[in-house]
């Protein structure tokens, strides 16, 4: 099996995270899939940014959730790059996506445009929170989605599970091999973050798992010859 390596936030490493200038740069990197998070605007676009306010990756100030979508236009999300929405993602690349929603009201608008687009078979899902993922399970046919976790334990498999999730996103700093051994009995596909080092990659490569979410593109070069 192929080791998956997804672009996080883009490339944000190297280019302003969230962006479109970043995702089209971890496309020409040739990672496999590109990572974006969602929330919605106050007139209810999806917007694409990481954090609940604008503070650290613009130039404004505030939560997200209180800007229409021509106010987030209006800031500087990085050399000059505004915040885009999803729709303009679609566009700018054709790489496969994981949307990462940060409640169930992400969630049905997320639907909503996968529904409208045929989506299903190019955008993975993912979330923190189990209930989005059970909210959009039922909402779009087919779609695949993903638990993601930072502080876990074995529990993380049966979440997974009742969630309705085929993949879980661990942070590999918790990872066990016991973890591992479960979700494979569980029929999980497992992705590891964030991957920037070779070190960290000799880790997921030895635990066997699925891919990596990755900071830098040249992990994608380098992961085909680490064992």
């Given at each position: 099996?192929n080791?998956?390596?997804i672009?996080?936030?883009?490339?944000?490493?190297?280019?302003?995270?969230?962006?479109?200038?970043?995702?089209?740069?971890?496309?020409?990197?040739?990672?496999?899939?590109?990572?974006?998070?969602?929330?919605?605007?106050?007139?209810?676009?999806?917007?694409?940014?990481?954090?609940?306010?604008?503070?650290?990756?613009?130039d404004?100030?505030?939560?997200?959730?209180?800007?229409?979508?021509?106010?987030?236009?209006?800031?500087?999300?990085?050399?000059?790059?505004?915040?885009?929405?999803?729709?303009?993602?679609?566009?700018?690349?054709?790489?496969?996506?994981?949307?990462?929603?940060?409640?169930?009201?992400?969630?049905?608008?997320?639907?909503?445009?996968?529904?409208?687009?045929?989506?299903?078979?190019?955008?993975?899902?993912?979330?923190?929170?189990d209930e989005?993922?059970?909210?959009?399970?039922?909402?779009?046919?087919?779609?695949?989605?993903?638990?993601?976790?930072?502080?876990?334990?074995?529990?993380?498999?049966?979440?997974?599970?009742?969630?309705?999730?085929?993949?879980?996103?661990?942070?590999?700093?918790?990872?066990?091999l016991?973890?591992?051994?479960?979700?494979?009995?569980?029929?999980?596909?497992?992705?590891?973050?964030?991957?920037?080092?070779?070190?960290?990659?000799?880790?997921?490569?030895?635990?066997?798992?699925?891919?990596?979410?990755?900071?830098?593109?040249?992990i994608?070069r380098?992961?085909?010859?680490?064992?």
């Amino acid at each position: 099996m192929n080791f998956l390596t997804i672009g996080h936030r883009g490339v944000m490493g190297v280019e302003p995270e969230n962006t479109l200038r970043s995702f089209v740069a971890a496309q020409e990197a040739g990672l496999d899939a590109i990572e974006l998070d969602l929330h919605l605007s106050k007139d209810g676009a999806l917007v694409v940014m990481h954090d609940t306010d604008v503070d650290r990756t613009t130039d404004g100030t505030g939560p997200i959730a209180e800007k229409t979508l021509a106010e987030l236009r209006a800031l500087d999300a990085g050399r000059g790059e505004r915040v885009p929405v999803f729709e303009e993602v679609l566009e700018a690349v054709q790489s496969p996506l994981q949307a990462e929603i940060k409640d169930a009201q992400a969630a049905r608008a997320l639907a909503e445009v996968m529904n409208e687009r045929g989506l299903a078979g190019r955008v993975e899902v993912s979330s923190f929170h189990d209930e989005a993922i059970a909210e959009i399970k039922p909402l779009v046919p087919g779609v695949r989605t993903a638990l993601i976790a930072s502080r876990y334990g074995t529990d993380i498999v049966d979440r997974a599970v009742q969630a309705g999730a085929e993949t879980v996103c661990l942070n590999i700093r918790r990872l066990t091999l016991e973890i591992v051994e479960r979700a494979r009995k569980a029929d999980l596909r497992i992705i590891g973050w964030v991957v920037n080092t070779q070190d960290q990659l000799r880790l997921v490569r030895a635990f066997g798992l699925d891919g990596a979410t990755t900071d830098h593109p040249d992990i994608k070069r380098t992961g085909r010859f680490t064992a």
